[in-house]
């Protein structure tokens, strides 16, 4: 997992599967809740919860695995509402190089 940058990204919802697919990860923000999107050994897309660790101080997974970025954008993991449902009250940060957000 890299760290939150601190400068939110311009970006739309029609980018974000070419996003997630050349930088292999994000940050996303719904109110004061943090996710990490990200992919799993380039096979199977996941979202993870920032506030949650599990015993190898990772973040703990949010959503199930899916192969798929387009499956992986149409998961209802935020109260049950999809990433596309919630995108415009989100934003965005990049994941860069680094231990923790």
């Given at each position: ?18 996003y997630?697919?050349?930088?292999h ?17 380039f096979e199977?897309?996941?979202a993870?919860?920032?506030?949650r ?49």
């Amino acid at each position: 997992m890299g760290k939150k940058a601190a400068e939110a990204l311009d970006i739309s919802y029609d980018q974000l599967a070419e996003y997630l697919h050349v930088n292999h990860s994000v940050y996303m923000k719904v109110d004061n809740t943090v996710y990490y999107l990200t992919d799993c050994n380039f096979e199977a897309w996941r979202a993870q919860d920032t506030s949650r660790r599990n015993h190898k101080n990772h973040f703990v997974d949010c959503s199930p695995l899916v192969p798929t970025v387009d499956e992986f954008l149409s998961l209802p993991f935020i109260h049950g509402k999809t990433i596309k449902e919630e995108f415009d009250h989100a934003t965005f940060y990049a994941s860069e190089s680094g231990k923790d957000n």
